[in-house]
């Protein structure tokens, strides 16, 4: 095992990368970044990729071709594990606001959304979505998805028994913890572990109810 924490001045780095996020600054800190924040990532995937898959850094850098903000860095570092040809992904991101980890299908469209609407509508899939969400919220989790939309899809019911989860565009499960020392230590890992093992319930459902994804991870 080769983790052992993020380093002390993980998310002080994306504080002061937020006061100054500039080609200058990274460029002048970049030594941090890959001490205290992408070598200690990387170490956390490989220790868990017999259990979980390989998986992949996101880049530092934010694509701002079309947007309005230019600034040119992220102020997060995020990882991603894709399973079963995109059907899941495992999530983990650090930054000023501490560890996030979550897992599911974040954001579908065309055939792999109508097939997750119609496992929900049916009336035997649909319940074991429905209580496997609810054991994640019991494991202090939040559910959603990348996108809701404010009324029924269409063809479906405004007043059916699970409309929440049908005007979701996807389904995901996530835990945020805030900055503590044991995001410094081993620790780290064993709560990151944790947390896509509970996750594992609704990405088999996924898997099994849903299949894979269309879009690009």
């Known amino acids: 095992m080769r983790f052992q924490g993020f380093g002390t001045d993980a998310c002080r780095f994306y504080e002061e990368l937020a006061e100054d996020n500039s080609r200058d600054w990274f460029a ?17 995937l490989d220790d868990l990729a017999d259990e979980f898959g390989e998986g992949k850094v996101f880049r530092p850098h934010r694509d701002v071709r079309f947007s309005k903000d230019k600034s040119p860095y992220k102020t997060n ?7 079963d040809a995109g059907a899941y992904s495992l999530y983990v991101q650090i930054s000023a606001e501490g560890l996030m980890i979550g897992g599911g ?16 509508d049916d ?7 429905e209580e496997i969400v609810a054991d994640l919220r019991a494991a202090g989790a939040q559910t959603g998805a990348h996108e809701q939309l404010k009324a029924a899809p269409r063809g479906y019911p405004k007043d059916h028994p699970r409309i929440d989860l049908l005007r979701n565009k996807g389904i995901i499960g996530w835990w945020e913890h805030p900055p503590r020392r044991w995001l410094h230590t081993a620790k780290a ?22 299949g894979p994804s269309e879009l690009p991870a």
Not at 77 to 83: D, K, L, Q, Y
Not at 190 to 210: E, Q, S
């Open 189 to 210: 890992r064993d709560r990151l572990a944790d947390g896509w093992r509970r996750l594992g319930p609704l990405n088999a459902w996924l898997v099994a109810k849903v």
């Open 28 to 44: 002048a800190n970049r030594a941090r970044y890959e001490a205290e924040v992408r070598a200690p990532l990387e170490y956390l």
């Open 123 to 129: 009336d035997r899939t649909g319940p074991e979505l």
């Open 105 to 120: 299908a974040y954001h579908l469209a065309g055939e792999p959304l109508d097939r997750l609407r119609a496992a929900i």
């Open 77 to 83: 570092a995020a990882a991603v594990i894709e399973g």
